[in-house]
C-alpha cells in the first residue's frame, strides 16, 4: 500500500513539475512520507518515473494480447481493432503514456536497475511480439506480401507513439483538437492495405 501510494504521489508530481522539475523529496511530500521512506520502495526519480511506466507497458500489453486473442476476428479484424486498444490506452492516462513514450530511449535505461530495465524491454517486446505475429499469420495466410513482420509492427507502434506526441503538441496550440483515435484508425488502415495483395 505504501508503493502505491509513492507511485499515485508521483503520477501527481511528474504531470504538475514534469520529470525534470519533479524531486524525491516533492513526492516524499505529496505522498506525506520521508524521502528515506521513498528509497526503501524505490533507486531513485528514474525507478520510481519507470515504475509508473511499467505500469502503463502492462495495460498496454494486455490491450493488444485482448485483440490477438479474439476469436470472433479474422486477422484483417483484429489489425483493424488496434487502433482502438491503442486509443482505449490513451484515454486511460494521456499525460502517463507521453511520459512513457518520451521515456523509453536507451539513455533513460541507463539510471535504473538490471531488473527494472529487464522488466520494461520484456515487456515492450511483448506488446510488439503480439503484433508482429498478427502480420506475420496475415502473411502465412497470403493476405499480405511477405514483410519482416517484426520491421512491420516497429512501423504500427512508430506511428501510435508518433501521433500520441504529436497529438500533445497539437493540443498546446489548441486545446479542443481530438483527431487520434480517427487519425490512429486512417494510419493503420493505410499501413494494411499497403501490405495487402490484390
Known sequence: ???????????????TKGFAGATIE???????????????YFKNKDELHASLSLQML???AQKVEDVCQRK????????KALPLAFYEVYERDPLNLMHVLRYQSSEALKGLSPEVE?????????????ISNLFEEGIRQGLFY????????????AVFAGLVLWEDTKKGFDP???FLKSTLELSVDLISRGLKKE
Do not use: C
Open 146 to 157: 511477405k514483410h519482416h513482420p517484426v520491421a512491420v509492427a516497429d512501423i504500427v507502434w
Open 26 to 40: 516533492n513526492i516524499a511530500e505529496q505522498a506525506e512520507f520521508s524521502p528515506a521512506t521513498i528509497y526503501i
Open 118 to 130: 529487464s522488466e520494461i524491454r520484456n515487456k515492450a517486446r511483448q506488446y510488439i511480439s503480439a
Open 72 to 79: 470472433d476476428l479474422g486477422i484483417e479484424e483484429k489489425i
Open 58 to 60: 502492462n495495460i498496454l
Open 176 to 178: 479542443q483538437k481530438d
Open 1 to 15: 500500500m505504501r508503493r502505491k501510494a509513492i507511485l499515485d504521489a508521483a503520477k501527481k508530481v511528474f504531470a
